[in-house]
């Protein structure tokens, strides 16, 4: 599977799409594991550490942003990061997080995610904010 272009999620918000560009990184980087012949004995919990960290400070920035400019659905974003870090957790406590089954979840959580919050959720913010300029 080819890697995911950050600039098809940018949403023209320089601090958000630095993040997400982040973000997508750490996807690209699960992604390309996962496409190598020995990826089923790979142990996936330095990147899944690595992803939870990175969600984690990326939220609270975004969460920050969203206040500071007086979005209205923030409580609701909250909610759907809350879903989305509990996902994350879930992952983590499936077990191990060596083989195929964690790759292939991890692989597949955060391009679904990405895809559908950061262009869908988030995009929602991003038209708030073009709106009051």
């Known amino acids: 599977m080819p890697a995911i272009d950050p600039r098809l999620l940018y949403l023209n918000i320089p601090e958000m799409d630095a993040d997400h560009e982040r973000l997508v990184a750490l996807t690209n980087k699960i992604s390309a594991i996962v496409e190598q012949p020995e990826f089923r004995q790979k142990d ?12 984690l400070q990326h939220f609270s920035r ?15 974003h909250k909610i759907q990061h809350g879903r989305i870090i509990e996902a994350l957790a879930k992952l983590a406590a499936d077990g191990s997080t060596k083989g195929a089954k964690i790759a292939l979840s991890l692989r597949l959580f955060t391009q679904v995610w990405l895809f559908e919050h950061i262009s869908g959720q988030d995009g929602e913010y991003a038209k708030f904010v073009k709106g009051k300029s």
Do not use: H, N, V
Not at 44 to 55: C, D, H, M, P, Q
């Open 44 to 55: 996936f919990s330095t990147e899944l550490r690595a992803l939870k960290e990175y969600t």
């Open 62 to 76: 975004e969460e920050a942003y969203m206040a500071k400019i007086g979005y209205p659905g923030l409580a609701e």
